[in-house]
């Protein structure tokens, strides 16, 4: 949830790490702050700054103050222990303040750890499970500093070994950056169930919670896995596991650049990130089916004939990545003739599911890192069943811990308020659904590159919605006063309906709902009143007739009715008072187009009312706790 960055062998190490927090910044806003080793060579002393609210406010207050140093490491912070305050921000000190740490995570056993640091005579500044990590790294320096016989590890650093041994003591998630103004020019970081990047070029070495923080400086990264420790100086980066053993992590090459993370002359990252879908439903789509016809996953560790014995498909994740697997169940059911469960991954595993080595789950997280969604996974893993990610991130612990993986390729997204990556999960669980039924034969060859080449199509069709924009703004802004929205649909619709509703209470904090169209007469009609606007996913279908009905209920109450149709429908475009026209494709494709228009609409009615569309209130772009 929260962001870190962190840069030693550079000069201007503030600077690096303020621009580093700001492209942190969606992952957590409530505080902002950060650790320098200043001073001289033979007098170091660490600073840290650190302020309540966004980065603009430890700009404010860092602005004036001489912070020299080659070494540092800052912090963007969602809340969860302690409120965002000065005192319970980042980074966190040790008592005698030559010791910092930031963390991202969530230490379960910090009530009993805060017990015995305070039976102890420590005296605690903050409500934080961060701080107690400082107390703790900081006790185990001192006792290394007075010798106690440890043997050398192989990175030769004595705030490595300590961190060691602290964190052999944390149950939770954690990923951790440690300064210590012992070892001036070195961080110190370590990783359990919570994303940690590294990277070195030309003398510099840095870190961040994921890729956005170092494209600026480096593409070649290396992940650091669970249960390893890294030592970052400026000659470059060391890694170990737990035991102090020589290890490492996964390294790659970034394929996108730093103008993918710059607004590029949009107002906002989200309407940019809207507009770049055409883009990423042909990177997603690129390369999947080979000069034989046949489709690919990006990795495959399926024994043979694994997935033709499939006999049931669940589909675990969470929030927006949820509602893309209600729409690849039609795909999959229609295409591959496999009967499929969509779980919301917080509650799979505690509910007992069954499962077996012939029961595929597949686990759909834009960051790789959704730690519920990881745990649904395990979870499958554990009880032999095969397990296929839909991921964004190359190396991320979902994919890295996958039997197969197929990437979305969508590039980086920075708004909260997931958009292009809703779309291309949309898209990447079409071609599961098109790959299961070639493992099964459930599809002819022919009609498989039928159906994908209906998929490549869609590109220009997306440049078509989006030239609806302006009109959506226009009617964004009538209805923006509106205290209720409804969206209703059937069938694949309505999980876009959902995903109407949530992207519009996201960032506009208005209450939204979204209903199968038909469950309107069992309950919430009752909502409907005089002006208010019910949304319709209204395109062609085999159910379409059906939503006719009940467009003419929630009209004959009131309703302000918006319907998304297809182009040519004068039925609807008599049912409705405000028709967005689409594109006529197939009805499982639909959704794919029709979610467009519902982004724009929630983008312009958080506009209308003045939100902070990228950073919406009490939201963070990954979920990296419980």
């Given at each position: 949830?929260?962001g ?5 062998g550079?000069d201007?190490?503030?600077?690096v790490?303020l ?8 992952r ?6 950060m650790?320098?080793?200043?001073g001289t ?8 700054v ?11 207050a860092?602005e004036?103050?001489?912070l ?5 490491i800052?912090?963007?912070?969602w809340?969860?222990h ?12 040790s ?10 995570g ?6 009993a750890?805060?017990?015995?640091l ?6 605690l500044?903050?409500?934080t499970?961060?701080e ?10 001192d ?12 990175d ?7 961190l060691?041994r ?13 300064l210590d103004?012992?070892?001036p ?5 370590a ?6 990047i590294?990277g070195h ?5 840095w ?14 990264v290396?992940?650091l896995?669970d249960?390893?420790?890294a030592?970052?100086?400026p000659?470059?980066?060391a ?5 102090g053993q020589e290890?490492e992590?996964?390294r790659?090459?970034?394929d ?8 590029q002359g949009?107002?906002?990252?989200m309407?940019?990130e ?9 990177d997603?789509?690129l390369?999947r ?6 489709l690919?996953?990006?990795e495959?560790r399926?024994a043979?004939g ?7 498909v ?6 927006t ?5 209600m ?10 003739r ?11 595993r ?5 499962l ?8 759909i997280?834009?960051s790789?890192?959704?730690?519920d969604?990881i745990a649904?996974a395990?979870?499958a893993r554990?009880?032999?069943?095969p397990v ?26 920075i ?10 999960q949309v ?5 599961l659904?098109l790959?299961?039924?070639q493992e099964r034969r459930t ?11 209906r998929?490549e ?11 609806h924009?302006?009109?959506?703004a ?13 969206f209703?649909?059937r069938h694949?619709?309505?999980p876009?309906?959902?995903?109407g ?5 996201e ?9 199968p169209?038909g ?5 919430p ?9 019910v ?5 062609r ?5 059906k939503?006719l009905?009940n ?7 009131g309703?302000?009715v918006v319907?998304l149709?297809t ?7 008599a ?5 967005i026209?689409l ?5 499982l494709?639909a ?18 009312l ?9 939201l ?7």
């Amino acid at each position: 949830m929260c962001g870190i960055i962190g840069c030693t062998g550079r000069d201007d190490a503030v600077d690096v790490v303020l621009e580093g927090l700001a492209t942190l910044e969606y992952r957590g806003y409530d505080s902002a702050g950060m650790a320098i080793v200043s001073g001289t060579q033979a007098a170091p002393e660490l600073r840290v700054v650190k302020r309540a609210g966004k980065l603009a406010s430890l700009r404010h207050a860092v602005e004036g103050q001489s912070l020299p140093g080659r070494s540092g490491i800052g912090h963007t912070r969602w809340a969860t222990h302690g409120a965002p305050t000065d005192r319970n921000s980042h980074p966190h000190v040790s008592g005698d303040g030559s010791l910092a740490v930031v963390h991202n995570g969530i230490i379960e056993n910090h009530e009993a750890l805060r017990a015995e640091l305070q039976a102890a005579g420590v005296e605690l500044a903050s409500e934080t499970d961060t701080e107690l990590v400082a107390h703790l790294v900081a006790a185990e320096r001192d006792i290394l500093s007075a010798g106690d016989g440890a043997a050398p590890t192989t990175d030769g650093s004595r705030l490595a070994e300590a961190l060691r041994r602290a964190v052999r003591r944390l149950e939770g998630q954690y990923a951790l950056a440690v300064l210590d103004v012992g070892e001036p020019e070195t961080i110190v970081a370590a990783r359990y169930g919570a994303p940690l990047i590294l990277g070195h070029d030309d003398g510099v070495s840095w870190l961040a919670s994921d890729i956005a923080g170092l494209i600026a400086h480096t593409r070649d990264v290396e992940v650091l896995l669970d249960r390893q420790l890294a030592v970052l100086t400026p000659g470059g980066i060391a890694v170990s596991d737990l035991d102090g053993q020589e290890s490492e992590g996964v390294r790659y090459k970034v394929d996108w650049d730093v103008d993918a993370a710059e607004k590029q002359g949009y107002p906002h990252f989200m309407l940019k990130e809207i507009y770049e879908q055409p883009q990423a439903l042909t990177d997603t789509l690129l390369g999947r089916l080979g000069e034989d016809g046949t489709l690919a996953l990006d990795e495959q560790r399926f024994a043979d004939g694994e997935l033709r014995r499939i006999d049931k498909v669940y589909v675990v994740a969470c929030g927006t990545s949820y509602h893309a697997g209600m729409v690849g169940r039609y795909a999959i059911e229609h295409w591959a003739r496999l009967g499929v469960e969509v779980e919301i991954a917080s509650e799979f595993r505690y509910r007992d599911p069954i499962l077996n080595p012939h029961t595929l789950v597949i686990a759909i997280s834009q960051s790789g890192e959704t730690t519920d969604t990881i745990a649904a996974a395990a979870h499958a893993r554990d009880q032999r069943a095969p397990v296929l990610a839909v991921t964004n991130v190359v190396g991320s612990t979902l994919a890295r811990q996958a039997d197969g993986v197929l990437h979305t390729r969508a590039g980086p997204e920075i708004g909260v308020a997931a958009t292009k990556t809703f779309l291309t999960q949309v898209v990447a669980a079409d071609v599961l659904a098109l790959f299961l039924a070639q493992e099964r034969r459930t599809l002819l060859p022919e009609e498989i590159a039928d159906a994908f080449a209906r998929l490549e199509a869609l590109g220009p069709l997306l440049e078509q919605v989006l030239a609806h924009d302006e009109r959506i703004a226009e009617l964004a802004h009538r209805l923006a006063g509106a205290d209720y929205f409804m969206f209703i649909a059937r069938h694949a619709g309505l999980p876009i309906a959902l995903e109407g509703a949530l992207k519009l209470k996201e960032i506009s904090y208005l209450h939204a709902e979204g209903f199968p169209a038909g469950e309107m007469k069992h309950g919430p009609i009752a909502l409907i009143d005089d002006g208010g606007p019910v949304i319709a996913i209204a395109t062609r279908s085999h159910v379409r007739s059906k939503l006719l009905s009940n467009l003419a209920e929630v009209r004959a109450r009131g309703a302000v009715v918006v319907a998304l149709a297809t182009e040519g429908d004068p039925e609807i475009a008599a049912a409705a008072d405000h028709v967005i026209a689409l594109p006529d494709v197939h009805e499982l494709l639909a959704p794919i187009l029709a979610v467009v228009p519902l982004q724009l609409l929630a983008y312009h009615v958080a506009v209308a009312l003045d939100r902070d569309v990228d950073q919406p209130r009490n939201l963070a772009k990954t979920v990296t706790v419980e």
